[in-house]
């Protein structure tokens, strides 16, 4: 059964890059046509969708995060990740990775979340 | 940009009631609409996709209607496991994906 798991560092600077990184394990990021997003939740907060990539690298992305994100995708290690640059505050929450079916985009599969605090 | 608005934001109901969630959009987008279940601590959970259809493994309490701009969640006989927190998402063309503030339900 396909699973996802998130790391990345869990405390980044204001104005820094926040990096994580979404390891695929069960099956492969090639087989099929789905998408592979991040999507975070402020504390206390609802679910916000960063954005996606396929597996052939088309990228879709929120647009109120201004430019900030990029999304890649690495077939050789079965992984996809996150760089957001400029952090601030707003930018802590759980951030989770997520498959999304190739017809509909419905997150089918989630990883477990990994928290990210902006602090000094 | 659509907007997806949840309503009522808190519903308290008691085990084996009826659940209603609304979920209306700010304009009509797609019909590919989806609802999710968050519990405490865990990551969501896909019950509906395509406005009506169960993912697996679903039980068949839940059930989702509606088009256009008005979509419905309804769990027709409530298990404790059932009080979480519930999300509204669609798919459209900008932006891609759109998600709802969310309901919680809580046990009365």
């Known amino acids: 059964q396909l699973q996802l798991q998130e790391s990345g560092s869990g405390l980044v600077k204001p104005s820094q890059t926040l990096s994580l990184t979404c390891a695929v394990s069960?099956?492969?990021?090639?087989?099929?046509?789905?998408?592979w997003s991040w999507i975070r939740q402020p504390p206390g907060k609802g679910l916000e969708w960063i954005g996606y990539?396929?597996?052939?690298?088309?990228?879709y992305y929120n647009p109120s995060l201004k430019g900030r994100v990029t999304i890649s995708l690495d077939r050789s290690k079965n992984q996809f990740s996150l760089s957001l640059r400029s952090v601030t505050a707003a930018d802590t929450a759980v951030y989770y990775c997520?498959?999304?079916?190739?017809?509909?985009?419905?997150?089918?599969?989630w990883g477990q979340g990994t928290t990210v605090t902006v602090s000094s | 940009e659509i907007v997806l608005t949840q309503s009522p934001a808190t519903l308290s109901l008691s085990p084996g009631e009826r659940a209603t969630l609304s979920c209306r959009a700010s304009?009509?987008?797609?019909?590919?609409f989806a609802w999710y279940q968050q519990r405490p601590g865990q990551a969501p959970r896909l019950l509906i996709y395509?406005?009506?259809y169960r993912a697996a493994g679903i039980p068949a309490r839940f059930s989702g209607s509606g088009s256009g701009t008005d979509f419905t969640l309804t769990i027709s006989s409530l298990e404790p496991e059932d009080f979480a927190v519930y999300y509204c998402?669609?798919?459209?063309?900008?932006?891609?994906?759109?998600f709802g503030q969310g309901t919680r339900l809580e046990i009365k």
């Open positions: 997520a498959r999304g079916d190739p017809r509909d985009d419905a997150f089918d599969i």
């Open positions: 998402q669609q798919r459209s063309n900008w932006p891609r994906i759109t």
């Open positions: 990539i396929y597996q052939t690298g088309g990228t």
């Open positions: 069960g099956g492969s990021i090639n087989s099929g046509s789905y998408s």
């Open positions: 304009q009509s987008g797609s019909s590919y």
């Open positions: 395509d406005a009506s």
